[in-house]
C-alpha cells in the first residue's frame, strides 16, 4: 500500500467551468486519469488537496465525485478555497453514503492512520492575511488542524500534514500554521493552491524551519499524483 497526494483538480465535470482554457490545463482530465490509472492501484490511498470541484452545492458535485470514485484507490478529500460546496463532514459523508461513492473519505478535524502514517491537514490560510476577517479564519483552521493532529496521537504514527494553502510563500509565512506545525514536531507538509510558472518560482520546496514542504498542484507536477511513501 503506498501514500500519495495531488491537489487542485479543479472537475467542472457538472458545472460550465472549464480550466482547458488556461495554459497547461489543455485535456488535463483525460492526462490526469491516464496517470492515475499507471501509477495508482486499488490498495493505495491519495490525498487529494483541496480545489476538488468548481460545482457551488454539495449535489452538484455528483458528476465529479462519480469520476473521482471511479479511479482506483482510497481518496482522502480536504477543503480548498474553491471548494463552495463543502458542507459540515457529516453532510458530505451522508451524501458520499448516498450515492455509493464508497472509495471517497473527508479529511476535516479528524485524521487517517495508512500503514506506519497518520494523515492530517486542513485548508489553511492566506500567507499575507492580516484584516480582523483572516485572522479569525487563520485561527479557526489553526484550531482544526490542531484537532486532526491532536486526533493523530492515538494511533503513535508519524504525522504528515497536507494543507490546500502554502504555510510559506517567497519571503511571506502563515506564522500560526508554521508555529503550529513546528510545534508538533511536523516533518513532512504537502501543499496546493499555487498556479503558473510566476507562482512556482517562488514556492518553498524543500527545508523550512526543519519542515520539508511539498508543492503538489495539478499543473506543478504535471497532473501526476506524487509519491509520500511507498
Not at 12 to 29: E, H, N
Not at 170 to 193: N, R, S, V
Amino acid at each position: 500500500m503506498a501514500l500519495y497526494a495531488i491537489a487542485d483538480l479543479h472537475l467542472s465535470l457538472g458545472t460550465d467551468k472549464p480550466m482547458d482554457i488556461f495554459k497547461g490545463w489543455r485535456d488535463y482530465k483525460d492526462r490526469l486519469e491516464n496517470n492515475w490509472r499507471a501509477l495508482i492501484n486499488e490498495d493505495d490511498t491519495v490525498v487529494i488537496a483541496g480545489d476538488i470541484s468548481w460545482a457551488m452545492k454539495l449535489e452538484e458535485c455528483y458528476e465529479d465525485f462519480s469520476f473521482i470514485n471511479s479511479l482506483p484507490g482510497t481518496k482522502i478529500l480536504l477543503k480548498g478555497n474553491h471548494d463552495y460546496w463543502w458542507a459540515t463532514k457529516k453532510k458530505i459523508d451522508e451524501y458520499l453514503e448516498a450515492n455509493n461513492f464508497d472509495s471517497i473519505k473527508i479529511l476535516f478535524n479528524n485524521s487517517f492512520t495508512v500503514e506506519d502514517f497518520t494523515i492530517c491537514g486542513s485548508r489553511g490560510w492566506y500567507y499575507d492575511a492580516d484584516t480582523e476577517a483572516d485572522i479569525k479564519v487563520i485561527n479557526r483552521e489553526v484550531g482544526r488542524l490542531k484537532l486532526s493532529l491532536d486526533s493523530a496521537k492515538e494511533s503513535s504514527k508519524t504525522p504528515i500534514v497536507f494543507l490546500h494553502y502554502p504555510p510559506v510563500y517567497a519571503q511571506l509565512e502563515c506564522k500560526e500554521i508554521m508555529d503550529t506545525l513546528i510545534d508538533y514536531g511536523i516533518k513532512e507538509c504537502y501543499y496546493g493552491h499555487l498556479h503558473g510558472s510566476h507562482t512556482h518560482k517562488n514556492a518553498v520546496i524543500g527545508n523550512y524551519k526543519d519542515v520539508n514542504m511539498h508543492l503538489i498542484s495539478c499543473d506543478f507536477v504535471d497532473f501526476m499524483p506524487v509519491l509520500v511513501r511507498n
